[in-house]
């Protein structure tokens, strides 16, 4: 049965359009079909990072609003059949997407894939809500310090009363991937612990994505981490959690850190 899929936060460049690629490429690396969905009218950033940025003819908005049919505006990936991109519109704005409208985009996309990755813009706004709407599961992306912490606890209690699921009284897993950690610096009090970030937004440990150069190199040559450096620290943590996402039990593994800590960590709040 097909899953959608929200990637979302609160807080604006905490790496959700990362995420996006990286999670999409992965359960497609795994055998899965795989769309991923820009959201971010207007502002729309996972056509480069996918490296489909001339390939656009057709987007979310045309879909919606039956100027084009869903076909006509997917994007097969070049170098993964099993993943597909349904890109936003650069020259609207959110106003464009109607309930109906992505409600109808969101059924065809279940009848054709196994998984529909949306990449939600940040905020709380309209955009943010139809991104998750129709979520079935949702992976809410923080960074280890305190404003992007408390904006992903808003969005969580948003999860939890504007979808689709929320209001039938049906429940929506929800997942934390913690973005561009670093244990060093943890360590020293410069940014939250994992500890202390799990105890504050209180929902399963999916990834723990750590600080690399690889993500920002991947970003712009326009290719998934996943497919680009994928034995990098933050391949390995997005092919994990891809891995998680379809029911398979993985160590997590958060690279520096003791080992000690991590057994602790993993059987109480991973995925």
């Avoid at 009090?189 to 399963?204: A, F, N, Q, W, Y």
């Avoid at 996943?226 to 398979?248: F, I, K, V, W």
Wanted: hydrophobic share 45%; glycine share 6%.
């Amino acid at each position: 049965m097909a899953k959608v899929l929200v990637v979302t936060s609160g807080k604006g460049g905490v790496g959700k359009t990362t995420t996006t690629a990286a999670l999409g490429a992965a359960l497609a690396q795994g055998g899965q079909s795989v769309c991923v969905v820009d959201f971010d009218v207007g502002l729309r950033n996972l056509d480069l990072v996918m490296g489909a940025e001339r390939r656009v003819v057709y987007d979310l908005i045309n879909v919606v609003q039956g100027d084009a049919k869903l076909p006509q505006a997917l994007i097969r990936d070049k170098r993964l059949d099993t993943l597909s991109l349904l890109p936003a519109s650069q020259t609207r704005d959110k106003d464009a997407l109607t309930d109906a409208g992505v409600a109808r985009v969101i059924a065809e996309l279940r009848e054709k894939f196994d998984w529909i990755v949306c990449d939600s813009p940040a905020g709380i706004e309209r955009g943010a809500t139809l991104a998750m709407r129709h979520a079935d599961v949702a992976v809410v992306v923080t960074n280890p310090e305190v404003s992007s912490v408390r904006d992903s606890d808003r969005i969580i209690g948003l999860l939890d009363a504007k979808t689709a699921r929320a209001e039938k009284g049906e429940s929506l897993d929800k997942h934390l991937i913690l973005t561009r950690y670093d244990p060093a610096r943890a360590e020293r009090g410069e940014m939250l612990k994992i500890d202390d970030v799990l105890e504050i937004l209180s929902i399963p440990l999916l990834a723990v994505v750590p600080e690399s150069e690889e993500v920002l190199k991947a970003s712009n040559v326009g290719s998934p981490v996943t497919l680009n450096a994928p034995q990098s620290a933050p391949a390995r943590a997005y092919a994990d959690a891809a891995r998680r996402l379809r029911g398979e039990s993985v160590a997590m593994v958060v690279p520096s850190e003791r080992r000690s800590f991590l057994t602790k960590l993993f059987p109480r709040r991973a995925a």
